[in-house]
T-cell receptor, first 116, second 114 residues
Framework: EAGVAQSPRYKIIEKRQSVAFWCNPI?????LYWYQQILGQGPKLLIQ????????DSQLPKDRFSAERLKGVDSTLKIQPAKLEDSAVYLC??????????????FGPGTRLTVT | AQSVTQLGSHVSVSEGALVLLRCNYS??????LFWYVQYPNQGLQLLLK??????LVKGINGFEAEFKKSETSFHLTKPSAHMSDAAEYFC????????????FGQGTRLTINP
């Protein structure tokens, strides 16, 4: 079974530029999460999707961050314009919605963003 | 609201020694609890989980954790450390129902001395 795929793995941009990250969850996983992990901290949830609908985006800085999950499969997270404090690893995770293992989230390798 | 506190941002043990990583949680509803491991430049891998069944949970790579409701703790242990255990470890809590989003602790970096 293929895991959660993310691209790119690394990205370096200047402040005020825009950037987009892509995530392909495990096949059949209806729930998708984006987390931000700043160096030295634990991951923090940015947004949660159930199929193509948003369940929780309370911690997403909506003035600069946006995310979508068209057709309930792949997802894209965008930052526009980027700030220095956006430097972090962006992790995508997916989860089954029902069934015995529905509580377990599977994480992708992450995208490391450096804003200069 | 839920929260997790990991005591000690850095733990160092000798190879073959006991590993103990501490985690305390706060939750207003019955929680699910998790330990994840993160190797450099990789995503998070689930070590073990507590989902209201047995309070002593066994995971991969010889790790185990015990859920103690009275102490609101979920400490991670391994009897004998191996060099390959060197990594960052995260404790996380989620609600047992609803959106089940994970709230993570700040992490504990485990170093193994030869």
């Amino acid at each position: 079974e293929a895991g959660v795929a993310q691209s790119p793995r690394y990205k370096i941009i200047e402040k005020r530029q825009s950037v987009a990250f892509w995530c392909n969850p495990i096949s059949g996983h209806a729930t998708l999460y984006w987390y931000q992990q700043i160096l030295g901290q634990g991951p923090k949830l940015l947004i949660q999707f159930q199929n193509n609908g948003v369940v929780d985006d309370s911690q997403l800085p909506k003035d600069r961050f946006s995310a979508e999950r068209l057709k309930g499969v792949d997802s894209t997270l965008k930052i526009q314009p980027a700030k220095l404090e956006d430097s972090a690893v962006y992790l995508c995770a997916s989860r089954l919605t029902s069934g015995k293992s529905s509580y377990e989230q599977y994480f992708g390798p992450g995208t490391r963003l450096t804003v200069t | 609201a839920q929260s997790v506190t990991q005591l000690g941002s850095h733990v160092s043990v000798s190879e073959g020694a006991l590993v103990l990583l501490r985690c305390n949680y706060s939750s207003s509803v019955p929680p699910y609890l998790f330990w994840y491991v993160q190797y450099p430049n990789q995503g998070l891998q689930l070590l073990l989980k507590y989902t209201s069944a047995a309070t002593l949970v066994k995971g991969i790579n010889g790790f185990e954790a015990e859920f103690k409701k009275s102490e609101t703790s979920f400490h991670l242990t391994k009897p004998s450390a191996h060099m390959s255990d060197a990594a960052e470890y995260f404790c996380a809590v989620s609600e047992s129902q609803g959106a089940q989003k994970l709230v993570f602790g700040q992490g504990t970096r485990l170093t193994i001395n030869p």
